[in-house]
């Protein structure tokens, strides 16, 4: 009789998944803080934090308490009926980003979806586009989600090739060129829509003048900034929103990832009363938006980014990262781009992959991930102690030649 070998749960998932995603070989089980561990006892420093969802680390514990009392209580009621939840945490994210209305989703590209949709019945019913011809300005090197539509306005091969047709109504310019977006601007232009850092592209961001730029060229001709703050915002960068940095109010947040607390999804599109007012009953929803266990958790978020706690340490934290990066710069590190606590990191090519640096900082006890071949990025739980992050970039420094 012939024996089988029992396969590890990695070997088993590679056997019986589609294979849209090509994670490291490690197996989590169990994660507090910024530490995960692994089915066979290893122990890791988690330098993602799923890409910004778990801003607050894993299982935080007024983030779980929350929760736990929800569950006992109510899940889910649908849209059809109002439960005790929604209107506390409606109001509470709608103050935290100075907005009249608040419309919740679930996941990322969800709001993104949403927002193009308010944005297009925006343009009809107030701005007067004729029906039809709507036009959403959109940046090269753009990642707003997963969906056809946005993919049809994406230039990564990987995300666009094989997926077509696309939804017409978007034009790409350069991400950073004002002059760009200026030209593009016409008569049936309803919106442009940018991401105010570019997480996914490698955490690129645009020049200073850029985003204040947008603004003004946005309310001079009567078009909707569309700001998607899924990755950046609720305290990533040091601000509650990435825009901030520059003084910057989008008339749409588009918010997403850590509103959920790394526990349920939660995403949300945020504008005031003129913008997200034009919808009306029957016209857009969702079944799981906005249900009782994602208020509940997502009021617990919006509370605790209100006191700005942990704006401030993803601030003092981030001079740490940019200081110890940027000193690795020339010793196999090509270059580094920072914002609060958030990297993006070009590796030498003499170095390795993207994907060689991040396997074997996993042999060092440290996750992160690669994207675009060459680059890394490190997004760490806003809670990781500053001797855990001095920790991690001692062992990036010694696998590129930094150390």
């Known amino acids: 009789m ?64 929350v929760a736990h009392e929800q569950l006992d209580r109510l899940t889910l009621t649908s849209r059809a009926f109002v439960h005790d939840r929604f209107a506390d945490f409606c109001a509470a994210l709608g103050d935290l980003a100075g907005k009249d209305l608040v419309l919740p989703m679930n996941t990322g590209a969800e709001a993104v979806e949403t927002a193009i949709k308010v944005a297009r019945k925006w343009g009809y019913e107030v701005k007067g586009v004729t029906p039809g011809q709507a036009k959403i300005i959109v940046m090269t090197g753009n990642f707003h989600g997963r969906t056809t539509t946005v993919v049809g306005f994406s230039d990564d091969p990987d995300a666009h090739n094989g997926f077509g047709p696309f939804a017409p109504g978007f034009e790409a310019v350069p991400y950073g060129d004002l002059a760009a977006v200026e030209a593009a601007i016409d008569e049936n232009t309803v919106a442009v829509l940018l991401e105010p850092i570019q997480g996914e592209g490698g955490v690129v961001i645009p020049p200073d003048d850029f985003l204040p730029g947008v603004r003004e060229l946005c309310t001079r001709h009567n078009v909707l900034m569309a700001a998607d703050e899924i990755q950046a915002g609720l305290g990533r960068t040091g601000r509650t929103f990435a825009c901030d940095h520059h003084d910057v109010v989008p008339d749409l947040y588009i918010l997403g990832k850590a509103l959920g607390g790394g526990i349920v999804p939660v995403s949300a599109v945020v504008a005031d009363r003129e913008v997200l007012g034009v919808l ?96 890394i990025r490190l997004a760490p739980p806003l809670v990781i102690s500053e001797e855990d992050l001095r920790w991690g970039l001692d062992q990036l420094a010694a696998v590129v030649g930094a150390a």
């Not at 090509?22 to 066979?40: I, K, N, Q, S, Y």
């Not at 988690?46 to 299982?59: E, P, R, V, W």
Request: net charge negative; charged share 20%.
């Open 2 to 65: 012939t024996v089988t070998p029992t396969r590890t749960p990695y070997q088993l998932a590679e056997e019986r998944t589609a294979h849209n995603y090509h994670p490291l070989p490690v197996v989590v089980e169990h994660a507090e803080g910024a530490w995960m561990t692994d089915v066979e006892g290893n122990r890791f420093l988690d330098l993602l934090a799923g890409y910004s969802a778990l801003n607050f680390g894993h299982s935080h514990p007024e983030l779980l308490r």
């Open 280 to 375: 009306r009953p029957g016209q857009h929803g969702s079944t799981f938006g906005g249900n009782p266990l994602a208020c509940a958790v997502g009021h617990a978020v919006v509370t605790m980014l209100a006191t700005g706690e942990h704006q401030r340490r993803a601030t003092e934290l981030g001079v740490v990262l940019r200081e110890r990066l940027e000193a690795m710069v020339g010793h196999g590190v090509l270059a580094v781009r920072t914002r609060g606590l958030w990297a993006g990191i070009d590796i030498d090519p003499t170095v390795g992959t993207g994907r060689d640096v991040c396997e074997a900082l996993m042999a060092r006890g440290v996750l992160a991930k690669d994207t675009h071949g060459s680059t």
